[in-house]
């Protein structure tokens, strides 16, 4: 799902029992709310394993980061693993500013996220969860 007016998106897919959550453009506040309702339905059932991909953000302000921060607490208190892919030097640079980067387990590719299992690619524009 593309929001047109603030370039930011966002697909899902399962790969073995981990939710894998792209998000794509524009991570600030407008795009937040959108990505906190994806996150928040992945994050509801019990131990969920999520894997948020960053790669393709290409801006993340605070409010970005305040969504994984929820999502990866979400997550740890229903015994679920939270995990990011990011090598965008904007996310990287809001980690690191923040010391959050501590707190995160972050990966550099998919594979590695995924324990190095095989990754199927994501679905196509038909496949993908709006």
Do not use: Y
């Not at 992945?42 to 999520?50: E, K, Y």
């Not at 594979?111 to 095989?118: D, I, N, T, V, Y």
């Amino acid at each position: 799902m593309f929001d047109d007016e603030h370039d930011f998106g966002v697909r899902q897919w399962t790969v073995g029992g981990t939710t894998v959550v792209e998000l794509t453009g524009e991570l600030d506040l407008c795009a937040g709310v959108l990505a906190a309702a994806r996150l928040d339905a992945v994050t509801a059932g019990a131990r969920p394993d999520v894997v948020v991909d960053l790669r393709g953000v290409s801006f993340m302000d605070c409010s970005g980061l305040s969504v994984l921060i929820r999502a990866r607490k979400r997550t740890l208190d229903r015994g679920g693993r939270f995990g990011v892919v990011g090598d965008s030097p904007c996310v990287l640079r809001l980690l690191r500013l923040t010391r959050t980067i501590r707190v995160f387990t972050v990966h550099d590719d998919l594979a590695s996220a995924l324990g190095g299992a095989g990754v199927p690619d994501p679905p196509t524009a038909n496949g993908a969860i709006a």
